[in-house]
C-alpha cells in the first residue's frame, strides 16, 4: 500500500527528531539511507511524497513533519512540528514565565522592524519591562545565549513551528511572500502596491531581467537584488548554523 507506514518512514521519524531541524540535502541522504537499509522503495525525487505518508500517520497525534526555507540563505530545512501547541505560552514546560516574555517582547520587536531583526540593546533595555518579574541583564544575556553586539532575528526552525501562531497574532504587521507564499519576516516591500519577497525569493526571481520590476504592480523594484547562493549544502545539520551567535528554536544573530 503507498500509504503504509514502514521501518524506512520510522527510521527518518526517529533521526528527524533527534536532529531537531534537518537541512534539504541531509535529508535526501537520510531518505536514500532509510529505503536502502530497510527495503523500501526509493527514488531520488519522491522525498516529499515518503514525508506525506509519515504526515498521515501523525495526524491523530496533531503532528507534521514541515518543509520550510531559510530567510538567510533559501536553502530548504525538514523540522517536526506540534499542530496542537501554537500559543507560547504552552512553551511553560521548557522555559519559565520571564524567558517567555522575554521571547515575546524581542518577537515583537523582530516583527515590527523594517527589516526583520532586533538590536542586542533593544532586546537587554526589554529586561526592565517585564510584568512578571524583571529581569537582570545577565538573566536576559543567558536567555539570548553567547549575547555580543549585533542584531537577532527569528530562526527557521521557529518560523516553521510558529508561522501560524504569527500570522495570527500579528495579521496587520506581516506578510506572506509574493514567490512562495510562505512567512516573510526578512523581506523587500515593494513601495507601490506593498507585496514583499524573501530575500533569496527576490533575487531568484529577479535574477535574469536587467530592469527589475514588481511581479504584482509592474512599478521598478527600486532595492538592491540579493545574490542568488548556492543549491544546499552537504554538511551535516545536527550542528546549529550561526552567524556571530544562534538558538536552534528561537533567535538568531548576525
Not at 518512514?9 to 535526501?28: D, K, N, P, T, Y
Not at 503532528?63 to 496542537?84: C, F, H, P, W
Not at 504552552?90 to 518577537?107: C, G, P, V
Request: proline share 4%; net charge negative.
Amino acid at each position: 500500500m503507498a500509504n503504509q507506514m514502514t521501518d524506512g518512514h520510522r527510521r527518518f521519524l526517529q533521526v528527524l527528531m533527534s536532529h531537531g531541524i534537518m537541512e534539504g540535502s541531509v535529508a535526501r541522504t537520510l531518505h536514500r539511507d532509510c529505503c536502502e537499509i530497510h527495503k523500501v522503495y526509493y527514488a531520488h525525487d519522491k522525498l516529499d511524497d515518503f514525508i506525506n505518508v509519515v504526515n498521515i500517520h501523525l495526524q491523530p497525534f496533531f503532528m507534521q513533519i514541515r518543509k520550510g526555507m531559510s530567510e538567510d540563505d533559501g536553502r530548504t530545512y525538514y523540522t517536526l512540528v506540534n499542530l496542537a501547541e501554537t500559543e507560547i505560552t504552552k512553551m511553560a514546560s521548557d522555559y519559565t514565565e520571564n524567558e517567555l516574555e522575554l521571547f515575546r517582547k524581542t518577537m515583537d520587536l523582530i516583527i515590527v522592524s523594517e527589516n526583520g531583526f532586533a538590536s542586542s540593546t533593544s532586546i537587554l533595555n526589554l529586561a526592565d519591562q517585564l510584568k512578571i518579574k524583571k529581569m537582570k541583564k545577565k538573566e536576559a544575556e543567558q536567555v539570548l545565549q553567547n549575547l555580543r553586539d549585533g542584531e537577532y532575528t527569528l530562526h527557521t526552525r521557529c518560523i516553521m513551528e510558529m508561522e501560524q501562531y504569527i500570522l495570527s497574532n500579528y495579521q496587520d504587521l506581516v506578510r506572506k511572500c509574493n514567490i512562495c507564499h510562505s512567512l516573510a519576516i526578512q523581506s523587500q516591500v515593494c513601495e507601490t502596491c506593498g507585496i514583499g519577497m524573501h530575500l533569496p525569493c527576490a533575487g531568484k526571481y529577479f535574477k535574469a531581467q536587467m530592469e527589475p520590476h514588481c511581479p504584482h504592480c509592474n512599478e521598478f523594484w527600486p532595492h538592491e537584488i540579493p545574490e542568488v547562493n548556492q543549491p544546499d549544502s552537504q554538511l551535516p545539520s545536527s550542528a546549529p548554523r550561526e552567524r556571530r551567535g544562534t538558538s536552534s528554536s528561537g533567535t538568531r544573530q548576525r
